[in-house]
């Protein structure tokens, strides 16, 4: 493929994937308009929000179990996006407590917090959301070091554990469409492990120099061009690195030079 | 046939939420709190077609006088209902103006003659998972059970509600007979009962026995004891875009706050 073709093929991922996440909020606004929220609207947008809250977040941490088990790289390309949609929703839902919901009643709010394990839980998982969302410029990778950038980062599964429970506590007795979310971030985390281990089985099986990986060469920011192919993957197994290297080599002069991050 | 959403005669109406406008008919029908027909608000108006409400029996049992079995149709023969514009304020903190046509539970207590012994009355819910398709999940435990001790069950504004706005009681507000106590939180009151049972001893209510921390016994309503996930001191009437002060006993106070002079109603929530 044409440079040219890729920079269109990722404009359109990104572009498909901005309009996907806007998605939900449109079909709020039309059932607004149509009578759609039933009987109790606050509280119906309020559970939306939140539902895409933990919805996006999930999402968000698919790519890189993806990328591992499955070999797709695309997802990786959109997972800042996802995660910055999920803290947009976060903030949406949490705005819409504060300011609808309650029309910032500040003696609920208060008692909320301080005294509610399941609203402290959430307001919580909504301010670790907010350095990640701070740091998720590249400049911002730069600045930390990708090492130190990566490990902030790792906080998004504090935020899902929290997230989880937020919805697990609120519910009234119901609780499976939480423990749904339960299971499928479970996965996602089992995946990640297996992978780490899938790839740990097969270094030991065949070592290879330490010198081939790109990781560490920089000061903690992988500069060569052909790394954003492996971008999940420390140390894959040969299978998954020989088809990275080969699709690598068409799009190594990638267009946007944008980092994808692991 | 299934007369649901016929209309009922009524004998007399009683307006008794302040002559406030009732919520309208597709809110009070399409936002309900019944698990047996489904866990979301939604649910029990999509799921109740599978609710036979006709023909239908209440089995009345334990320290009465007269242990019998009912026919639904022939208890509105003897007692005509009439309808009643309560305020209905539920546990998650949103309320309704409902005009319930229905009975006095008092008139029914008076006319099968409870023992000496009887110092609460149990109301139980149809067990069926066919016509209760939430039954297959143990969401709670099942039958959903609700009761009141005797003198609650003897207040003049406890209801037995068999219709609202004037029609045949839908299946998902609790067809064919529903407990309706105005003064305390909406899920007390019981849906499609086939069992009313008077006992001496306090009897285990559903939602107190999945979570005693969050639902007491009484469930007054009461704006000073906070359920622990949330505040109880105002409410969202539905309809409404700000929230309203919840009023003690749900505005019910002077009637009924005598049934419980000298109670620590901080402990017996």
Redesign the interface.
Known sequence: MTRAGIHIRLRLLKALTFAACCLPLAKLAWDAFTGGL???P??AVLNRLGFWTLTLLTLSLAPTPAHDLLGLAWPVRVRRMLGLFTFAYATLHLCWYVGVD??F?LH?LA??VLK?K??AVGFVAWLLLVPLAVTSTDRWVRRLGYARWKRLHRLVYAVAALGVVHFV??V???A?RPYVFATILAALLGARAAARVRAEVSRAGAPRPRSSPDRTASGGMPRRPGWRRRGCRRRGPPRARARGSRRGAGRRAGPSGTPIRP | GDPTGAALQVARKVDQAGGETPTPWDSVTGYNNFYELGTSKEDPSRNAGSLRARPWTVTIAGEVKRPQTLDVDALVRMFPPEERVYRMRCVEAWSMVIPWVGFPLADLVRRLEPTSRAKYVAFQTLLDRDQLPGQRRPVLPWPYVEALRIDEANHPLALLAVGLYGRVLPGQNGAPLRLVVPWKYGFKGAKSIVRITFLADRPHTTWNDAAPDEYGFYANVNPEVDHPRWSQARERRIGEFFRRKTLPFNGYAAEVAPLYAGLDLRKNY
């Open positions: 039933g009987a109790n606050i509280e309650q029309f009643d609920v008692k909320d509610r399941f609203m506590w609120r009234k007795a119901d499976l």
